[in-house]
């Protein structure tokens, strides 16, 4: 079902949001994903996600869709039923590959979020920066990770430490930043 019978207006700049396909045991993340998605379609900037229906996934585009906000989700044929396609989404785009998944999310955003998640949100927020480096993004695209309670705190740690033993360049290290302030995720969009 699409939603674009709202007369939505189409965005400019867009976000594109790594996430859990669970839920996570915290659910002061539900309170942060809510205040984002409200945000989101507040300034009309689009979410650009995995298009999934289920965990922090489904949260976000209901939080944005809920707030008349404009989705696109992008979703591997394989993964359709396991990461239950979200069923309301503005734009559903199904590829064949998780590379096309990622890749089709990078073109779109402008900005990168990362909200609670697992692996492959470690993995896409890795692969989203070493793009940023090695300037596959058409432009700068910088990835902020976002929590309440800390949950990125020791992930830093651990780039700062690597960064710290020569392994990751200062400059490197910059394309990745914490907050916990949906605000300054806003903020970011004035300069892109």
């Not at 689009?46 to 999934?52: D, R």
């Not at 289920?54 to 039923?81: H, R, T, Y």
């Not at 929590?147 to 990125?152: K, L």
């Not at 020791?154 to 960064?163: A, H, K, R, S």
Request: with cysteine.
């Amino acid at each position: 079902m699409s939603n674009s019978q709202n007369n939505k207006i189409y965005p400019k700049k867009w976000l594109g949001v790594f996430c859990g396909a669970y839920e996570g045991k915290d659910d002061t993340v539900h309170d942060l994903v809510e205040e984002l998605g409200k945000a989101l379609a507040r300034n009309q900037i689009g979410l650009v996600y995995g298009g999934g229906g289920i965990g922090v996934m489904g949260l976000i585009a209901d939080a944005v869709l809920e707030n008349n906000g404009w989705v696109m989700g992008v979703v591997p044929k394989n993964l359709l039923e396991t990461e239950m396609a979200h069923a309301s989404l503005d734009e559903l785009v199904i590829v064949e590959t998780m590379h096309e998944r990622k890749r089709t999310m990078y073109e779109r955003a402008d900005i990168f979020c990362a909200l609670p998640g697992g692996l492959g949100t470690l993995e896409e927020i890795f692969e989203a920066t070493t793009w940023t480096k090695l300037k596959l993004h058409e432009k700068y695209k910088e990835v902020i990770l976002l929590d309440n309670n800390g949950f990125w705190g020791e992930f830093i740690d651990l780039l700062d430490q690597i960064t710290a033993s020569g392994f990751i360049k200062p400059k490197d290290r910059a394309i990745i930043s914490r907050t916990d302030s949906v605000s300054t995720i806003i903020s970011k969009f004035e300069n892109c």
